[in-house]
């Protein structure tokens, strides 16, 4: 049984440019959930995809994007980045839809310069 | 928003003794989960206490839980230099809505050997 794992690990954009971020679910999962956490905060809820539909959004702006894939890997996109968009980006994946047995992936930290 | 508070924000202790930290929360749930991180890497899930449940171990690990004040509390006894890290508390977002996770902004543990 393989855990949730994203990439890249890190990456520096410039402001103004647009990154995607990847995830493939632990197997059997079919529920992807993404985070972001700034430096010494607690994680933000982006969003959650739950067999291909987003099931759910954070206090986010449009430009963060998010897909599902039928084979529930993940993607998320962020458009015309700004400099506090720099955090660890999180992803989770479950069975269900709720809350419960997340799985995290090590994360994506974004530089945004 | 954060609907955890997390008490204290840093604790640093000696190899041996016990780690206490608190978790206040806004709103009713139906369970509350705590969560480790290390070095700013992905979040490894400790354990679930839901509503109806007032205190819940493993391990090492003691979780209370009181409804009534909204507060929570994980016990580490006998800790060791490789608990050091971060540990969250998460609640779901609403009582029976599924998905969201909100989180406190942390304790960050320094076990000292």
């Known amino acids: 049984e393989t855990g949730v794992t994203q990439s890249p690990t890190h990456l520096i954009k410039t402001r103004g440019q647009q990154v995607t971020l990847r995830c493939s679910s632990q197997s059997g999962h079919n529920t992807v959930s993404w985070y972001q956490q700034a430096l010494g905060q607690g994680p933000q809820f982006i969003f959650q995809?739950?067999?291909?539909?987003?099931?759910g959004r954070g206090n986010f702006p449009p430009r963060f994007s998010g897909l599902q894939f039928p084979n529930y890997s993940s993607e998320l996109n962020v458009n015309a980045l700004e400099l506090d968009d720099s955090a660890l980006y999180l992803c989770a994946s479950s069975l269900r839809q709720d809350a419960y047995g997340y799985t995290f992936g090590s994360g994506t930290r974004l530089t945004v310069v | 928003s954060q609907q955890g508070e997390e008490d204290p924000q840093a604790l640093s202790i000696q190899e041996g003794e016990n780690a206490t930290m608190n978790c206040s929360y806004k709103t009713s749930i139906n369970n509350l989960q705590w969560y480790r991180q290390n070095s700013g890497r992905g979040l490894v899930h400790l354990i679930l206490?839901?509503?109806?449940?007032r205190e819940k171990h493993s391990g090492r690990l003691r979780v209370t839980l009181d409804t009534s004040k909204k507060s929570s509390s994980l016990l580490i006894t006998a800790s060791r230099a490789a608990d050091t890290a971060s540990y969250f508390c998460?609640?779901?977002?609403?009582?029976?809505?599924?998905?969201?996770?909100?989180f406190g902004q942390g304790t960050e543990l320094s076990v000292k050997p």
């Open positions: 206490i839901r509503s109806n449940e």
């Open positions: 995809y739950y067999r291909e539909e987003e099931n």
């Open positions: 998460a609640t779901p977002e609403g009582y029976n809505q599924g998905g969201k996770l909100i």
